[in-house]
């Protein structure tokens, strides 16, 4: 649990608060953020002894077990390591943004930012299951992304959290396959798991495939050559971020991983032979590299990307010393480099530049910022005393003594040399360039930092010299235990200690020191370094070809797709849906069943026929409008038809009432809209149209009519048997309606009152001229509004008839509100809309608010009871004079059905009805004007 | 019974298909309410077409059509007119925003400028 809140404090706590603090000022932003992470840092210290003593933590929480995602922690030496490296720096990263940041910047959202990256970090380093390790690692290439785009003006910086986020992302996605083959193979994602199947999962066929996608996400994380380019983009970002993600922590992830899976991937010659030629190549390439930039960030982060490799060629070798060097730099680098970096900040905030061709002479202004950037840089170059020393012998030592390993063998040595001699040269341009040379150009007089702006570059500092100093009685123990987790308990006796006596180590340290020191006075003297015009890098520049490339491809694709012409849309979907449809036949072909047809008597020939004639005629006369509304009527009355004779009567007479009202309700809109349409279709266009139409039209025949053919297999005997029983009705298509799948209906008559809403909504307010093809409303003849209003009553009557008897015979909620919609709608084409508006008071949208809010309530209703959501219960009610009326609780639930059909038929109908009145005082308010 | 049935659905989802693809609102809200018709037949009848032997329970017959798909189909039909009021009104809304009852929302002579033609 406790590590559970180590990790959840920073973002829960801290990302809240500091968003609430940031209205107080900065100083109140910044103790919200460190408030949280003190509080994880002191519950890991509290760890500390127990983990010293060799002990790990392991607790397992199931999540999504079924997967095999469980929240599993573990701590152990090289996360303790991790964390404490992450809460401590973090700490003083906070501090040190405090001072940074000017002060139109929005502190809180940088804090917030960095708390998430803090708790995403920290659970990458304590997760046990690899795919919980996946998320946080996706989280930390996310809060990579916002913290470089932080200053979201500057392109720059945009386009730089891009990059970082494709390369990483990228690197992320082929991890999870990876670690997902991985996973399949054990048939766990844990990790203890995975180590205790080493043997059995290093000798399935899919490992080398796993163990290369693994190495792409550590060695796209870590920017290991040929993936480095994001790490100098990243620079664009603030310097506190460069200083905590973009050197001290994040790119150490790639590290971490393979640290992390050193069990299960160690000495496996793959995984040795290129770890180790990345990393060397990445470690000599970085350092040249750094030598010419004249950005200080930028040498900072090529520096940063070289002794990435230079840790990552320590991981890969198959010594147990070389995993406690690894771990043990890994420590040094994070606390040179973030200091060095918190350094160049201070010198870019007070000099308003980092361009080391204008700065210069700096030692005088700001004596103390200097000091303490040069024992950083100390350290980065390997002078004795500094902690960076002690773990670069160690590298050196483990460089010599490669063996087994053909070709790096006799390469390496020379190689190390080399490259520590380039990071000696940058590590003195650094100091000498901005301290000691003659000031250029700077854009003002540099002023002192602010006190505490300093103090996290003094902290680290500190600890530089004291670990190089007394290893033994600082870090040594915590690298122990850290290299320990790594490779097992097969350490060998050793010693970290500052004098070994004279050995070759020593030998190529020396040299290095002063090659370095002579390579830098060539750059300076005989080739003047600050006239180097960086070359372009062609692992940038093959990004941006592949990232426009693969913007304009998309950009065509979407010209070509979208056009901007729904018919076109809608014709190629159309198309695409035929595709779907044809593929089941494609695939097994087309058979149609044995089951013996139906006699065809003659009156069905009639009403096919009619059917035939009134779609094709639709077709043919649906430039007149009004012509193609009354076809559509008749294909309606024939599909009515068609349910009575195929024993559906409850179909027959809702399809009955649906296709009268909605047949007013098209004529009622055809009134507002154009009475012809023009014939404007290229004959391409009907040509293709009329295929898709005849295609879309035969599937669905040969579809209907494989179907038509077959047996039955229906779960229909359930309903049937269990409706009286179970639902006290006898017609088993209400008892569906209402009881069985009463859910399914409580959702579809939301819907509707959705639907009438949105009528409402979208013709609120509107004002149209009044339609010159209606007749004034009172020239409708007073013989039909008489007319009307006697049917009315028998109307109502047979409404709530057709509701009570509804669910023992055909009848119901449905049909009895479209019964009385039917009949009010005659009301209104009798006499006008205004009439029966003041004759019938109620509000619509209540009455479907109130529908919909009865079917609910009766489902509760039977919550209430104990039982599930919609259960009906059931009895016979006893009237006077009537005698038994048998009832159950789904007529309540079905008068909310009637309810929300009215108010959704009227709605719909007054909503058309009044869009064409003219009212200013409509007008103000509504939505849509 | 069962052929005419399927070519009856095969004939109306044609003309149902050819008028959603025209390029007014009107015909194109036929189409669609066309369409509905046939598929809630096309649903039903995956129910298979018996006669004479409606769903409600009574102590003569023993044999029902299938009520599953007719609870289906009777809610789809409502909402069916729901949909269709719903289009409608957009329709009709289109046409007095727009000035023009074409799907594109525009005339298609206002549609077709020299940059379209390239």
């Known amino acids: 649990m406790t590590l559970l809140i180590i990790i959840l404090l920073p973002f829960f706590a801290g990302a809240a608060g500091t968003l609430m603090a940031q209205r107080r000022g900065f100083s109140a932003a910044a103790w919200a953020a460190a408030v949280p992470t003190a509080a994880s840092l002191a519950l890991l210290a509290g760890e500390v002894p127990e983990i010293l003593t060799g002990e790990h933590i392991i607790v397992s929480w199931p999540w999504l077990p079924s997967v095999g995602l469980n929240l599993s922690l573990r701590l152990d030496g090289l996360s303790l390591l991790f964390g404490l490296l992450i809460l401590g720096i973090g700490l003083l990263v906070i501090l040190y943004t405090r001072y940074y940041l000017s002060p139109e910047d929005r502190i809180g959202r940088l804090y917030a930012l960095l708390m998430l990256f803090t708790t995403a970090m920290l659970g990458i380093v304590f997760s046990e299951n690899a795919l919980l390790l996946l998320m946080f690692w996706e989280l930390t290439s996310l809060s990579s992304f916002l913290l470089i785009g932080f200053w979201t003006h500057s392109p720059l910086a945009r386009q730089g959290a891009r990059m970082a986020f494709a390369v990483t992302g990228g690197g992320g996605l082929a991890l999870l396959g990876g670690l997902l083959l991985i996973g399949n193979i054990a048939g766990s994602f844990e990790l203890s798991a995975w180590f205790a199947a080493r043997d059995a999962i290093r000798n399935h066929p899919q490992f080398n495939i796993a163990l290369a996608l693994i190495l792409l996400g550590a060695f796209t994380k870590s920017a290991q050559f040929p993936f480095h380019f994001w790490l100098p983009a990243a620079m664009a970002a603030p310097t506190p971020v460069s200083a905590f993600l973009h050197s001290a922590t994040m790119v150490k992830a790639g590290v971490f991983l393979l640290a992390r899976l050193y069990p299960l991937l160690g000495g496996n010659l793959v995984f040795e032979y290129v770890t180790t030629t990345v990393g060397l190549t990445t470690m000599v390439f970085g350092a040249y590299v750094a030598m010419f930039r004249h950005d200080l960030k930028g040498l900072l982060a090529y520096s940063t990307i070289s002794h990435l490799g230079l840790i990552m060629f320590l991981l890969g070798l198959d010594t147990p010393m070389s995993s406690l060097a690894a771990v043990f730099h890994v420590g040094n680098h994070a606390t040179f480099k973030a200091s060095l970096f918190m350094a160049a900040g201070i010198i870019d905030h007070e000099c308003g530049t980092r361009d080391m061709r204008r700065l210069g002479g700096l030692w005088r202004q700001m004596p103390q910022t200097a000091a303490l950037a040069i024992v950083a840089a100390s350290a980065m170059a390997g002078v004795p005393l500094f902690n960076g020393f002690l773990s670069k012998e160690m590298f050196f030592a483990e460089a010599l003594d490669l063996h087994g390993i053909p070709l790096l063998e006799s390469i390496a040595p020379a190689a190390v040399t080399l490259g520590s001699m380039f990071s000696v040269a940058y590590s003195v341009r650094f100091i000498h360039d901005v301290f000691f040379d003659q000031p250029h150009d700077l854009p003002h007089q540099p002023h002192k930092p602010p006190r505490y702006m300093k103090i996290p570059a003094e902290v680290l500092a500190v600890v530089c010299i004291a670990v190089g100093v007394l290893p033994s009685y600082t870090v040594a123990p915590l690298v122990d235990v850290a290299a320990r987790a790594v490779v097992g308990d097969s350490l060998p006796f050793y010693r970290i200690a500052l004098w070994h006596g004279f050995s070759l180590p020593m030998v190529m340290s020396i040299v290095a020191l002063a090659g370095g020191s002579g390579i830098y006075w060539l750059l300076r003297n005989r080739y003047d370094v600050h006239l180097h015009v960086p070359a372009r890098y062609t692992g940038r520049l093959l990004f941006q070809h592949a990232y426009d490339g693969s913007v304009a491809l998309a950009g065509r694709c979407m010209n070509r797709l979208q056009n901007g012409s729904l018919q076109r849309y809608l014709a190629l979907s159309i198309a695409a849906f035929i595709g779907l449809g044809a593929w089941p036949f494609i695939q097994h072909g087309f058979q149609t069943g044995r089951l013996a047809p139906m006699p065809v008597g003659p009156l069905g020939l009639v009403v096919w026929g009619i059917a035939m004639i009134g779609a094709l005629g639709m077709v043919w006369s649906h430039r007149t409008r009004v012509v193609a509304v009354i076809l559509a009527g008749v294909v309606g009355l024939v599909a009515s038809i068609t349910f009575a004779y195929f024993s559906a009567p409850d179909l027959s007479l809702t399809q009955l009432a649906v296709e009268v009202v909605t047949t007013v309700v098209l004529l009622m809109a055809l009134a507002r809209l154009p009475q012809a349409t023009p014939r404007e279709s290229t004959t391409h266009r009907i040509v293709r149209d009329a295929a898709l139409a005849v295609i879309a039209g035969a599937g669905v025949a040969l579809l209907s009519w494989a179907v038509l053919t077959r047996e039955q297999d229906s779960i229909a005997w359930y309903f049937l048997e269990n409706s009286v029983p179970g639902g006290g009705g006898h017609n088993v298509v209400n008892v569906l309606l209402v009881d069985f799948r009463g859910f399914d209906t409580f959702g579809e008559i939301i819907v509707l009152g959705m639907a009438a809403i949105g009528v409402w909504l979208v013709l609120a307010g509107m004002r149209v001229e009044w339609p010159a093809i209606l007749p004034k409303p009172e020239a409708n003849g007073i013989m039909f509004a008489a007319a009307a209003r006697l049917l009315l009553p028998f109307a109502l009557l047979v409404a709530v008839s057709m509701f009570l008897r509804g669910h023992d015979l055909p009848g119901g909620g449905f049909l009895a509100g479209l019964i009385v919609s039917l009949a009010l709608l005659m009301q209104y084409m009798g006499e006008g809309l205004h009439p029966i508006l003041t004759r019938v008071r109620i509000d619509f949208l209540v009455l479907i608010g109130a529908g919909v809010l009865l079917a609910g309530l009766t489902g509760l209703a039977g919550m209430m009871a104990g039982r599930p959501f919609l259960t009906s219960a059931n009895g016979d009610l006893h009237i006077p004079f009537l005698g038994d009326l048998p009832l159950a609780s789904a007529v309540a639930f079905d008068l909310g059905v009637f309810m929300a059909v009215l108010g959704t038929a009227l709605l719909t109908l007054t909503a058309l009805g009044q869009a064409r009145r003219k009212s200013p005082e409509a007008e103000e308010g509504r939505p849509w004007n | ?118």
Do not use: K
Not at chain 2, 13 to 40: D, E, H, I, K
């Open chain 2, 1 to 118: 019974m069962e052929l005419m049935v399927s070519l009856g659905l095969g004939a109306v989802t044609a003309c149902a298909v050819y008028l959603l693809l025209r390029a007014r609102t009107f015909p194109m809200v036929l189409g669609l309410s066309l369409l509905s018709s046939a598929a809630n037949v096309f649903i039903f009848s995956m129910g298979r077409l018996r006669s004479g032997i409606p769903p409600i329970v009574n102590s003569e017959t023993t044999g029902y059509a299938d009520p599953l798909p007719q609870a289906l189909v009777l809610t789809a039909i409502v909402i069916g007119f729901g949909m269709t009021g719903f289009i409608m009104a957009l329709a009709v809304r289109a046409r007095y925003q727009t000035g023009s009852d074409h799907v594109d929302g525009m005339e298609p002579a206002a549609n077709r400028t020299p940059a379209d033609e390239s």
